[in-house]
């Protein structure tokens, strides 16, 4: 269900709009592999006729579930637009589109939400990695591209008498 203001209700004045949002109505599921929506997206809004457009103004609120890039650890992070505005033309290049009478807010909300997903999200900005002994270092190796351990392995090889 996307979310629609109606033309002729702008006509006598302001309209609220107050309710939630589910991710498969933004069409938000599955785009990211490490962060999804955690739940719905709350909204309460109010929208007014312009001259020739649409203001919508108010809050937009989620939980995003995340996974750290570094060490694949789950956390949440609270999504907030605490004055989310939206400007839409009703004639014009940028016109938005109109059916039944009604623009669909829901195209800008998806938009908006998903320009502040995480890239790479972390669960804590010092976070280390994966725990391990690995210190980064690249292993020097001999003249063949081989490891220094495993040349000294086909030595031991090379000992056996078959």
């Not at 109606?6 to 004045?13: A, H, I, P, S, W």
């Not at 989310?84 to 908006?112: F, K, M, Y």
């Not at 900005?125 to 292993?139: A, D, H, I, N, Q």
Request: glycine share 10%; proline share 5%; charged share 25%.
């Amino acid at each position: 269900m996307s979310l629609g203001v109606n033309l002729q209700q702008l006509e006598r004045g302001v309209v609220s709009l107050k309710g939630e949002l589910a991710p498969a109505d933004l069409e938000l599921e599955g785009l990211d592999e490490v962060v999804r929506l955690e739940g719905v997206v709350n909204y309460e809004l109010t929208a007014e006729k312009l001259e020739k457009s649409i203001l919508i103004q108010g809050y937009l609120g989620t939980r995003l579930r995340c996974e750290c890039v570094r060490c694949l650890k789950p956390f949440t992070r609270a999504l907030e637009f605490r004055d989310w505005t939206c400007h839409l033309a009703l004639e014009g290049e940028d016109q938005a589109p109109v059916a039944n009478d009604c623009v669909d807010l829901t195209p800008s909300i998806r938009e908006d939400i998903l320009l502040e997903f995480p890239q790479h999200p972390l669960c804590q900005p010092e976070c280390g990695g994966l725990p391990g002994k690995s210190t980064g270092r690249v292993k020097e190796t001999g003249g063949s591209g081989q490891t220094s351990k495993a040349l000294s392995d086909w030595a031991e090889l090379n000992k056996l008498k078959l």
